[in-house]
């Protein structure tokens, strides 16, 4: 049986999954309230289409450039609560939610396997992922 917790095991040095799951169903909220469609990345993506919990050491997403005006981005500005601020990145933005870092990709090159994500379910909710997730998991490290 797979217990989790709540807790950090008391060094700080691990994110419980707790933690992770809200900075998920987070960054769901946000983007459901702006209007913009996203796709898991990453671990993140691996881990729920395997049935898992939320894996990975932050939760990865990806942005299509064209879906990400700026209306939405001062919108998100506007909702922001988050723990270390939103930040500017060279391939998207960055933020804390629940002290779990969340790195969001914003994606300018069509790619097939984000033209008919896949969608799958976790928890209350029904995420998007690339499709056929083989070809995107060989390239991940690629997607911009």
């Known amino acids: 049986m797979i217990t989790r917790t709540q807790m950090d095991g008391g060094n700080g040095s691990r994110m419980s999954d707790y933690n992770i799951e809200r900075a998920l169903y987070d960054v769901e909220d946000l983007f459901q309230r702006v209007l913009v469609p996203f ?4 671990e993140t993506a691996r881990s729920i289409k395997d049935g898992e919990f939320v894996g990975g050491t932050a939760i990865e997403v990806g942005v299509r450039q064209g879906d990400l005006v700026p209306e939405a981005v001062n919108t998100i500005l506007s909702f922001s609560n988050f723990d270390g ?13 629940h002290g779990v870092p969340v790195k969001i990709t914003v994606i300018n090159k069509k790619w097939k396997f984000l033209e008919n994500p896949d969608y799958v379910f976790y928890g ?4 998007r992922i690339p499709n056929p997730f083989i070809d995107y998991f060989k390239v991940r ?3 911009r």
């Open 141 to 143: 490290q690629l997607v």
């Open 124 to 127: 209350p909710a029904e995420y």
């Open 39 to 42: 796709v898991l990345l990453g």
């Open 85 to 97: 601020g939103f930040n500017k990145t060279p391939t998207g933005y960055e933020y804390l939610s």
